[in-house]
């Protein structure tokens, strides 16, 4: 159960990373959107832009896992729960 918690908070606090450069995509997305209602366009959210926040994703992903399996492992060394089944 402690494990679950340790993880929780783990994640919660790395979310902030990836927060960032995806809010500063949305509130891009929500200006051009706006400027394509007033000027009576078809609404297209397709920029080059998003593939570069799925790359930043992607690689926050693998860091974030590789990051976890070490703080899950010192917090199994620091709880003697390194064997436990």
Do not use: H
């Amino acid at each position: 159960m402690a494990f679950f918690f340790a993880y929780q908070n783990f994640y919660t606090s790395w979310l902030f990373i990836p927060a960032l450069p995806g809010l500063g995509l949305s509130i891009y997305l929500c200006f051009k959107v706006a400027n394509q209602v007033l000027e009576g366009k078809d609404i297209d959210i397709d920029t080059p832009y998003n593939g570069i926040y799925s790359l930043i994703m992607a690689i926050w992903s693998t860091i974030f896992v590789e990051v976890w399996k070490r703080r899950e492992a010192e917090l199994a060394s620091m709880w003697r729960m390194e064997n436990y089944e």
